[in-house]
């Protein structure tokens, strides 16, 4: 088979949850590792990195390598950084900062061929395996295996949750608490904003009611099988547990922590 299969859809179909690591530091390595320990997929973060399609594209090939599903956190809804990202091979793409349904359909018509979407074709890119004799095979796998998700993180995107769920085309959406929390006027206290909670509890019961994946994020720090444990509770079935700067970042501040307690500071 010239293209994989995407995990986190064969197992949302399958009732399970889909675990997976965000990357931004840009290592083929890191990914090699995530894929290795288990996990089904990677979000290949561009919104707030500086990775060039260069370099998502070379953290696809780890991905394909290693059995990971990949999916692309693109900067903006635009159509060409869509499409873009999607001729690297990834199995999808993660939309941030959508605003309502008219918006969210922007977004899958950048996703999609016609005549789902309005995709611009070329069959020379690493997606479609550089053959344009294999284009309709392709065209099958996109529309098969290649998913959307726009992330609700803004007051104008939690007004259209009804909308945006009810898209066809829409059968995962993520919650950005920072983000939304900013954009309800409490700043960066995500969910322990009460008005945040609140709106986490309206996306997840409207996102059950049009039978929509809620895709979220644990609060780290806690023990990660507790910390899953709650978000498993809290109706999440699409889990990305952590980054891997954040990850390093943190054992870094916690390795030096301990060395200075040697010394009283």
């Known amino acids: 088979m010239m293209w994989s299969e995407n995990k986190v859809l064969k197992k949302i179909a399958a009732g399970q949850v889909p675990y997976g690591f965000e990357i931004m ?11 290795w320990a288990g996990f089904d997929y990677i979000q290949l973060d ?44 990834a199995h999808g793409v993660i939309v941030p900062q959508v605003t309502d349904a008219a918006d969210v359909q922007k977004a899958l018509d950048s996703v999609y061929y016609a005549p789902r979407g309005q995709r611009g074709m070329c069959p020379v890119t690493r997606g479609a395996r550089y053959d344009d004799a294999v284009w309709e095979e392709y065209l099958a796998w996109v529309q098969k295996e290649v998913m959307f998700i726009p992330l609700i993180e803004n007051a104008s995107a939690l007004e259209s949750i009804d909308e945006i769920c009810a898209l066809p085309g ?51 720090g806690d023990d990660p099988a507790k910390a899953v444990r709650n978000l498993l509770d809290m109706g999440v079935g699409m889990v990305m547990y952590d980054a891997d700067a954040l990850l390093f970042s943190r054992e870094c501040r916690n390795i030096m922590n301990g060395i200075r307690s040697l010394s009283g500071g």
């Open 25 to 35: 530091l840009g290592s083929p390595r890191i990914v090699e590792m995530v894929g």
């Open 170 to 220: 829409v059968s995962v959406i993520g919650f950005g608490a920072g983000d939304l929390g900013q954009s309800l006027g409490v700043g960066a206290q995500g969910l322990a904003a009460p008005i945040v909670r609140e709106a986490f509890a309206k996306v997840r019961e409207t996102a059950r009611r049009h039978n929509v994946v809620l895709k979220g994020m644990p609060v780290i």
């Open 46 to 89: 561009q919104e707030h990195t500086p990775f060039g399609l260069e370099t998502i594209e070379d953290m696809v090939r780890a991905a394909d390598a290693t059995g990971l599903t990949s999916l692309v956190r693109v900067a903006q809804n635009n159509p060409k950084d869509i499409s873009r990202a999607l001729e690297t091979g």
